[in-house]
């Protein structure tokens, strides 16, 4: 069950190990309930801070496909908590502030500019639809793949698409941005504005 103080959600929840991961051990998801979920302002992927089993950090929840977010808690963060896989974890969240606007490849920018229906469903989406298009360009290990990407970005926005789907981009960002988002980071400052007691 979750409930919500201001803009504080708190919620209990079971971390799990993916079978592909279960012999690596060092890292475990939480999904979050239904109706925590839908208290934050957006679908897509969002920072935010708060504590688990009283332990302050910062990390990015990703959409799940299923109505609901998840978050990868590393083997760091589960063992400064004292849980493990199959444990119910206590959790506090806010959202960390807004997404910051990410800056449009001047590729991506010119073809918008040739696509006025793609350009005007561009301007309305949220920042963090507008990264994840990005991010699906730029993850684009070939020149052609990009360009094909851009053409399909445009034609997809122009059809009314907001969202790209069917792309790992919290997996890309962890892997060239790692202190950017996708994983828990501890916050030694945090613990006048978290308290284990505040979790209850």
Do not use: Y
Request: glycine fraction near 8%; aromatic fraction near 6%; proline fraction near 6%.
């Amino acid at each position: 069950m979750a409930q919500e103080t201001k803009s504080t959600i708190r919620f209990t929840a079971k971390l799990f190990r993916p079978k592909a991961t279960e012999k690596i051990g060092s890292w475990a998801l939480l999904t979050l309930p239904n109706n925590a979920s839908a208290k934050l302002p957006s679908r897509g992927m969002t920072m935010v801070e708060g504590t688990i089993n009283g332990f302050p950090f910062r990390a990015a929840l990703e959409p799940n496909g299923k109505g609901s977010h998840w978050l990868r808690v590393n083997k760091a963060m589960h063992d400064a908590a004292g849980a493990d896989a199959g444990d119910t974890v206590t959790v506090e969240i806010t959202r960390a502030g807004e997404e910051p606007e990410t800056r449009v490849p001047m590729d991506l920018r010119k073809a918008l500019a040739s696509a006025p229906l793609a350009q005007a469903l561009w301007a309305d989406i949220t920042p963090i639809a507008r990264r994840d298009w990005i991010l699906w360009i730029s993850s684009a290990k070939q020149p052609e793949t990009r360009g094909r990407r851009i053409e399909k970005a445009c034609a997809m926005l122009a059809s009314g698409k907001r969202r790209v789907c069917c792309f790992g981009g919290i997996k890309w960002l962890m892997r060239n941005h790692p202190t950017s988002g996708g994983i828990w980071l501890q916050l030694p400052k945090a613990e006048n504005r978290f308290s284990a007691r505040s979790t209850k």
